[in-house]
Structures are given as structure tokens and as C-alpha cells.
């Protein structure tokens, strides 16, 4: 095991598969002379120089869509978008392209690419840059999305994605970058399709992803207190989606909260209550319960973008509704 | 290379008109009326045969998809009625090394580069045994082994993709030119702008092809742009612009050959506008009746590209009524066979709508394939 922080372990998995694979490389905006917008592409232009670190002009569509053609070609391109909010105006590449070109072709050509960057609130920036856009992938089929919580599913998942022969969507999160964590050592590989039990506990599954599952690990030690034992699932990977481990919480806690950055109407946390309401209906003792982003786009006010975002607070009161501790 | 010259007024300059081809900066071999221009066709005798075999053998096609879809036999079609000498000739500078990135009128392109007769039928049916297994309308097909990229209905999607495969095939040591097609709406996308600049700045061997037929869909090309020409466009992102007579075979081989040429020496991109004319609606779906009045076509008609190039064959090798006769009935027996062939062919089965979504089928689409096969869905569903 190795400590290192968030945007280190992204960078290592980078740096690791372009050692291994010369067909990856890395493009987007301020990657190589900047050293990245949020520094995980530091050292990397110096290392593997201007052919495999690419700074591109400033547009979102045109880096996806030569992306995929390279991806085509049989390179395997890693985009970063400098936020995911920016990749709305490369939404066609990424949802009538990226997606479905091995369909549209009858398997004859393929898009083995990632595109990665930061995804959700950061601190200020306003409603057109706190975007959860998982919400709007997931929905693609062709597209695989996965949103690690930990430098350790960093690494082992951005290994996997750049392995990966479809199109592989990895969020990161701004205010995860400097989150420090052990990571193993050697080539680790974490697959798709498997939540993690990030705490155990018997009472009540709080399921969470990405940052929220800090925010959900800080709320269930406050429960703790409480007499309240939670169970957290980081959920690693929102498409594919692992049900079993759903399952198998819920049938030993039978209540759960969905807790996620993003609005509340549809996205992946109502896709995660419709699963448990199919496989798990008599387990339940209780209507599950989803702590969201406010149903408004994002304040740049500090304080009111405080209360939009979902905090720990607000995961406490769901946990003690379910649990009926309060009304 | 153009010069631009922006005249004052809000519309634009670019109004199609049927003697734009007699300008000075206008590539021209073959004259309307079947004579050469200067005296050197740059093409052989055999070679000159070849390509105009392919432009009927394409409009024939044409014709047939067409009434298909009238008799409701296919559900669409979009064609090239035209526009063959643009679509052939550059195909033809290709070489075998390269690849297309296709808009999606270039079908003729794609059976000149071997995609077979029979694969493109079955891609008009969505049948058992088009390439695209059914998925994707008709004249929206792939066909890899010729190295044909795939029609996006998106309008110019393959503009930055043609850019990114050639970019990345440079780096590979690929030595292959992409040659990319679209019309001339398609260069009001945010994608030409994003290709032709990243072509630019990448350097990359691309030749863009922006077949300036006049129309996208019911826009003229002076509501289209206020640019004097298309090709100026390429001014401003440091690729030369060369406009040729589209409907001159002559002329766009050689532009298309130099092209091609400079792109594969790695002096990067040019970006060709070849003059050529829709003589047909947009596609099956639209009638061009409505906004295109038709005493309008009598003059576009007299530069049919497949007319002047027969008046050429007629006096250089003696191409005769008997040849052509003949030659029309090879494609009409070559059409009646692939179309009955086609309607033969059974649909795709269901359960191969759940392959290619991804690499290996997931389990959820395992168990969603399982469960329509399992026939009638339960009670509540």
C-alpha cells in the first residue's frame, strides 16, 4: 500500500497504461503546458512529451469527435474535459457517436475511449459549472460511466477504463483531488459492475457515490452516536450497475437512503430506487428516501450553495425517517 | 489558393448560379459541351471509360432506389442525382491506403471503393445481411474492409472524426490520407469549424470534400453563408481552399489527386469545393417542388456531369448508343438480381439487436434478450 491523494492516483493509472500500452495518450485542454487545469496531468508532458500530451484548442465537440477517430484508428484516446459541464457541447459526439458507432456499424468499427475530468459542485462556481452530468450519460446505452470515490478506485478503475474496448465515462470530482488514501501497489485493476462496502452496519444502507460517499461516511459516524448503525455502498460504477450488493444490504438493513449530487427528478439515484423496489419489495421496511442537490440550478452565493448541496445533515434527517426516529 | 472578396449587403454572395465554374479561380478540364478546356485530360482513354461507367452505373442506382421507395419497398433513400462526377472522381484520386469519412450521399463513392452491390441493397432493406445488421437507415451504412467509415444523419460529425483518424494515423505511421465529405450546409456546423482548425494546427493528411450542390435541404447557399465562396473558409484556418468544376470528372480528379498528394507528402490539408448541383430533392422525404421552381433546372441540366463526359467518350474513343445500351442493361440485370436477392433475405433476428452495444453483452441486456425471447412479456409490463 502506497498514501497518495485523489489526483495522484488519476495520474499514476495514466502514466502506468501509457507505459504499457503505446497507443494511449492524453488530450485536452491545458494538459500538457499548464500540467492540467487541476494539476493531475503535472509531470506528464515532460515524461512522455508533445506526441502523447496534447494540448488542443479550445472546443469541447471538436477534441471528442477526434478522439474518436482516433479511437478508430485503434488508438486509445484519454479526453479530459477541464469539468464535465463543458462536455454538454460535445453531447452529439458523445451520445450519437461515441456510444453508438460500434452499433451503427454492425460491430465493424469500435471507440475504445475514455473521457475523464471533475463532475459536480466544486466551490462557487455557479449553476453553469456545478453540473452532475452522470445523470445525463447514464442513460446511453453504448456508454459505460463510473464515478470513484477513493484515490484506491482511481486508479484501479481509470486502468480498467482505459482498457476497456466501449467508451468509458470517468468522473472525478474537484473537491476529491486532494483526498489522500491507500492505494495498493502494482498493476491494480478494479473492474467494473461492483459496489464497495465502504462501512458496515445493520440498521439502515445509505448508497452514495463519488464525494457523497465521504459525505454519507461522515454522516453515518454522526449516527453512530445516535444508536443509529449505518451501512454505506459506494456504488464505484453507475453503469454498469451492481444490484447484487444492493440486494444483499438491503435484505440485512431493510431501509436505505440514496444520496448523490444532482437533481432530484429521475437520474441514477431513482434508477438505484426502482431496482431495490423490484428485487428487494418485501425486504423493505420502510419507502426509501433520497437526499439530492436542491431542484434548482446552483447559487454562487457560499451559503446558499451550501444548503443546495446535499450535506450531512440532511442524510441524518433521511437516515432517522426511515428508521422512524423522527416524522 | 482563392482570395476572398466580401461584398457589402447583409445576404450573402455565394448564390449559386449555373456559370460560377467559368470563374477564374475554378479548377476546369472538361468543358459542358464535352471538349477539353486545355487540351489535357490528365486521365487515359480506359481509365476516362472506367469513371463514366461508374457515374451511370451510380445514377442508375439512383434512380432504381428512388422508385423503390415510391413503390414503398424501401423506406428511404437520399442519392446523388448530379452529383456522380464529384463523388466518383474524388474517390478515384484515393488511394487504397486510405479512407473515406462519408457525408451520406456518397454511396456510389463507397461501391467504387468495393463495398459490393449487394451489401449496399441489403443496408436500403435492413436486412439479415446488411452490414449494419439493420440498425441504421437506409444509405447510412459502414463498410470497414473498404475502408468506409460510417454516415452519421448528425449533420458533420465525421469532419472532426475524419480529423482525429488521420491525426492519429500520422502518429501510428499509417501513411493513409482521410478524405472527408459534406455538403455545403454542414460548413455552418460547429464540427467544420472544429476539423478544419484542428486539420490546421494538427497538420493532418485530410482532404476535405464540401460538394457545394447549391441546397441544404431547402436553404440556398446565400442564406447559407456570407463568405464569397466556400473554399475562402479555409483562409482563416490556414488550409488552402481550391474550388473545381464538380460536375467536370477531369477536374476533380486532378484537384483531388494533388490533394491527396500534398496530404500524403505530410504538407496537411486542403479543403476542395467542387461547383455541383442537387438535381433532386434533399432526400426521398422532401419535395423540392415547394421551394425550387422547375423552369429553374433546364439550365443546370445542360451541365449534367454523365452528359458532358459521354460527349467526350462519344468523340475521343467512339463511345456508342449500342455500348450504352448495353451497359445500362448489365446494371439492370445487375440491379434485378441484388433487389430480389435483398427482398429475399430475412429480417435480423431480435436477438441481434442486443450485440455491438458493447464489446461483450452485459448481463442486464443477456437477461433483457432472454426475456423477449421468452415470448409475451408477463401481466403489468
Not at chain 2, 56 to 69: F, K, S
Not at chain 2, 168 to 193: I, Q
Not at chain 2, 282 to 297: G, I, L, N, V, W
Amino acid at each position: 500500500m502506497k498514501s497518495m491523494r485523489y489526483r495522484e492516483a488519476v495520474r499514476e493509472a495514466i502514466a502506468e497504461e501509457m507505459e504499457r500500452d503505446s497507443r494511449v495518450f492524453l488530450m485536452g485542454e491545458e494538459v500538457a503546458q499548464y500540467q492540467g487545469a487541476y494539476k493531475v496531468s503535472e509531470g506528464l508532458l515532460e515524461r512522455f512529451g508533445e506526441k502523447r500530451i496534447i494540448d488542443t484548442p479550445i472546443t469541447e465537440a471538436g477534441f471528442a469527435g477526434i478522439g474518436i477517430g482516433a479511437a478508430i484508428v485503434g488508438l486509445r484516446p484519454i479526453i479530459e474535459f477541464m469539468t464535465w459541464n463543458f462536455s454538454a457541447v460535445a453531447f452529439d459526439q458523445l451520445l450519437n457517436n461515441a456510444a453508438k458507432l460500434r452499433q451503427m456499424s454492425g460491430g465493424q468499427l469500435s471507440v475504445p475511449i475514455v473521457f475523464r475530468g471533475p463532475n459536480g459542485s466544486a466551490r462557487q462556481v455557479g449553476s453553469q459549472h456545478s453540473h452532475s452530468m452522470e445523470h445525463f450519460y447514464v442513460h446511453v446505452p453504448g456508454l459505460k460511466v463510473v464515478a470513484p470515490a477513493t484515490p484506491a478506485d482511481a486508479k484501479g478503475m481509470l486502468k480498467a477504463a482505459i482498457r476497456d474496448d466501449d467508451p468509458v465515462l470517468f468522473l472525478e470530482s474537484e473537491t476529491l483531488y486532494s483526498v489522500k488514501g491507500d492505494v495498493p501497489e502494482g498493476d491494480y485493476v478494479v473492474p467494473f459492475g461492483k459496489g464497495r462496502i465502504a462501512r458496515e452496519g445493520k440498521d439502515c444502507t445509505l448508497i452514495s457515490y463519488s464525494r457523497m460517499v465521504h459525505v454519507c461516511l461522515e454522516a453515518a459516524e454522526a449516527l453512530a452516536a445516535k444508536g443509529i448503525d449505518c451501512e454505506v455502498i459506494d456504488l464505484r460504477s453507475l453503469r454498469p450497475l451492481d444490484e447484487e450488493i444492493l440486494v444483499q444490504s438491503i435484505s440485512k438493513t431493510h431501509r436505505a437512503v440514496v444520496a448523490y449530487e444532482g437533481w432530484p427528478y429521475g437520474g441514477v439515484g431513482a434508477e438505484v430506487v426502482d431496482r431495490i423496489q423490484r428485487l428487494a419489495f418485501d425486504e423493505l421496511d420502510a419507502p426509501i428516501l433520497r437526499v439530492t442537490t436542491l431542484d434548482v440550478p446552483m447559487p454562487y452565493n457560499a451559503k446558499l450553495e451550501q444548503h443546495v448541496i446535499p450535506q450531512a445533515d440532511r442524510v441524518i434527517a433521511a437516515v432517522e425517517a426511515v428508521t422512524y426516529r423522527r416524522d | 489558393m482563392t482570395t476572398a472578396t466580401i461584398e457589402e449587403g447583409a445576404t450573402g454572395t455565394a448564390r449559386r448560379e449555373p456559370d460560377d465554374a467559368l470563374a477564374a479561380d475554378v479548377v476546369r478540364v472538361l468543358a459542358p459541351d464535352g471538349t477539353l478546356v486545355d487540351n489535357d485530360a490528365g486521365v487515359g482513354d480506359d481509365e476516362a471509360v472506367a469513371l463514366y461507367r461508374a457515374m451511370v452505373r451510380t445514377r442508375l442506382i439512383d434512380e432504381r432506389a428512388v422508385m423503390l421507395q415510391r413503390q414503398g419497398r424501401i423506406g428511404f433513400h437520399i442519392g446523388s442525382l448530379g452529383e456522380e462526377a464529384t463523388v466518383i472522381g474524388t474517390v478515384h484520386a484515393m488511394r487504397e491506403s486510405d479512407w473515406m469519412f462519408p457525408c451520406y450521399r456518397e454511396f456510389g463513392g463507397a461501391l467504387y471503393r468495393g463495398m459490393p452491390l449487394q451489401r449496399y441493397f441489403d443496408n436500403l432493406y435492413g436486412n439479415a445481411n446488411d452490414p449494419a445488421k439493420g440498425r441504421q437507415m437506409p444509405d447510412h451504412w459502414t463498410y470497414r474492409q473498404a475502408k468506409v467509415g460510417s454516415v452519421s444523419s448528425p449533420i458533420g460529425t465525421q469532419i472532426t472524426q475524419g480529423v482525429g483518424f488521420a491525426w492519429a494515423a500520422r502518429m501510428r505511421k499509417d501513411p493513409l490520407v482521410a478524405m472527408v465529405y459534406f455538403g455545403d450546409g454542414a460548413t455552418s456546423s460547429n464540427e467544420f469549424h472544429n476539423g478544419l482548425n484542428f486539420a490546421g494546427v494538427f497538420k493532418t493528411p485530410n482532404v476535405f470534400v464540401c460538394r457545394n450542390n447549391g441546397w441544404a435541404i431547402s436553404v440556398p447557399t446565400e442564406r447559407q453563408t456570407a463568405s464569397a465562396t466556400f473554399a475562402v473558409k479555409g483562409i482563416a484556418y490556414g488550409i488552402p481552399g481550391v474550388r473545381c468544376d464538380g460536375n467536370d470528372i477531369f477536374a476533380v480528379v486532378k484537384t483531388a489527386r494533388e490533394a491527396v498528394l500534398r496530404a500524403s507528402r505530410g504538407e496537411g490539408p486542403t479543403l476542395i469545393e467542387a461547383l455541383t448541383y442537387r438535381m433532386s430533392g434533399h432526400s426521398t422525404s422532401d419535395d423540392a417542388s415547394r421551394y425550387r421552381p422547375e423552369e429553374q433546372m433546364s439550365a443546370w441540366t445542360t451541365l449534367d456531369p454523365i452528359h458532358r463526359l459521354r460527349r467526350y467518350l462519344e468523340a475521343r474513343v467512339g463511345w456508342t448508343e449500342g455500348q450504352q445500351a448495353a451497359f445500362e442493361a448489365e446494371v439492370a440485370g445487375e440491379l434485378k438480381l441484388v433487389i430480389e436477392t435483398a427482398e429475399k433475405v430475412t429480417l435480423p433476428a431480435l436477438e441481434t439487436m442486443f450485440d455491438d452495444v458493447y464489446a461483450t453483452l452485459p448481463w442486464h441486456l443477456q437477461e433483457q434478450r432472454a426475456e423477449l425471447l421468452a415470448g409475451p412479456r408477463a401481466k403489468g409490463h
